[in-house]
């Protein structure tokens, strides 16, 4: 959970890089809570409402905490405009995104897990 605070506190922060971790547990806890916003929906009868208000609130973030992933791995963060092309785009996306970090400083700052260590 202190990892999805983590991406929200830091909103719209496009640049740095973030972890492995960081990306997938946002992602983790993203998929759950959307998952309690359409149950919710559905109980109170609100057509997505809740749904919606969600997914708005959470796109910054979401495309924030994408392209740090990829400044982490050594990649511009346009490069998560590939998922455009079908199939094989996102397929490649996916690639980067579940890459290890590169080792040492990179144009886009230090190694997340060498502060942490």
């Known amino acids: 959970m202190s990892w999805f605070l983590a991406v929200v506190k830091n909103y719209a922060g496009f640049s740095g890089r973030a972890r492995r971790k960081e990306y997938w547990m ?11 916003a359409v149950v919710l929906d559905f109980v109170l009868e609100t057509y997505f409402v809740l749904t919606s208000l ?15 992933r ?8 346009w490069m998560m405009f590939i ?5 094989i785009g996102t397929i490649w996306l996916l ?3 579940v890459t290890d970090s590169n080792f ?11 502060s942490v260590i």
Request: aromatic letters at 16%.
């Open 83 to 87: 998922s455009f092309i079908p199939i």
């Open 54 to 68: 969600y997914s708005l609130a959470l796109i910054i973030p979401s495309l924030a905490v994408t392209v740090r």
């Open 26 to 36: 946002f992602q983790l806890f993203n998929i759950l809570f959307l998952i309690v």
């Open 70 to 77: 990829l400044h982490d791995t050594g990649k511009s963060g």
């Open 95 to 97: 690639f980067f995104l």
């Open 104 to 114: 040492g400083e990179n144009q886009y700052g230090q190694n997340p897990k060498e």
